[in-house]
């Protein structure tokens, strides 16, 4: 018969603390999903109730929040001039966002505030004030850059509950395949340009959307004239 170990006997677990459940958090993600780490299956990992999380972190939100802030600690922009490193930046951004399916839906719902994220937002305004941008146009700059780049990954990521799961490529394979079908009357200058429209490689589009923003965001002054 086995003897039953004592809880005094038992190993003493590590206090809890938002280090400890951030990194937990991204295991799960990693291994399961982002919408498996909710609250209560963190909380499971971790050998503890959901309300003891609480105390750290106020919501799922949050915590993803608090997860993407660490992902992104480790973003550097490279070398080269300012618009490399900035598009260097903004890429390596994204790609975190697309590893993590999801992770982008919840940082337009609570943008993230962390240290981390400072030092991204504070990163993309340096490099647009190296290229003699005005400061004012440069600062509204970076929430427009960030907006883009998160409202792209958001929308290949995965879908709200109740809209049907598609993969990024046969969303783009079907608006392709609706543009070279386009009716040369009710709607001529699609016609006429399909083949413009279904252009270019997803990564050249995304340098090129990111280059026209910066673009108008040097030219385009905060008030009008």
């Known amino acids: 018969m086995t003897a039953v170990r004592s809880r005094r006997e038992r190993p003493a677990k590590p206090a809890l603390s938002r280090e400890w459940i951030v990194a937990e958090t991204i ?3 990693r291994t399961e999903g982002l919408e498996k780490a909710t609250m209560r ?5 971790l050998d503890t109730g959901p309300a003891s999380l609480y105390v750290y972190v106020a919501n799922t939100a949050e915590l993803h929040a608090a997860v993407l802030d660490e992902l ?3 973003l550097e922009p490279g070398t080269g001039d300012w618009r490399s490193r900035l598009e260097n930046l903004l890429d390596s951004y994204a790609e ?3 590893t993590y399916p999801g992770l982008a839906r919840s940082a337009l719902l609570l943008r993230p505030t962390g240290p981390n994220a400072m030092r991204l937002y504070d990163q993309i305004l340096g490099l ?6 005005d400061a004012d146009r440069a600062a ?3 929430d427009l850059l960030l907006q883009h780049v998160t409202a792209t990954a958001a929308e290949h990521s995965t879908p ?3 809209i049907a799961d598609e993969s990024a490529e046969g969303k783009v394979h079907a608006l392709a395949i609706a543009f070279r079908a386009a009716d040369p009357q009710a709607t001529p200058h699609i016609a006429a340009n399909a083949e413009s429209m279904v252009s270019g490689t997803p990564d050249e589009r995304t340098g090129w959307a990111i280059r026209a923003l910066v673009a108008g965001i040097a030219a385009t002054p905060i008030t009008e004239a």
């Open 160 to 162: 709200a509950p109740g």
């Open 27 to 29: 295991e799960i993600m």
């Open 72 to 74: 992104i600690a480790s």
């Open 96 to 98: 975190v966002l697309h």
């Open 41 to 45: 299956r963190v909380a499971q990992a």
């Open 128 to 133: 647009l004030l190296d290229g003699d941008i």
């Open 140 to 142: 509204w700059g970076v």
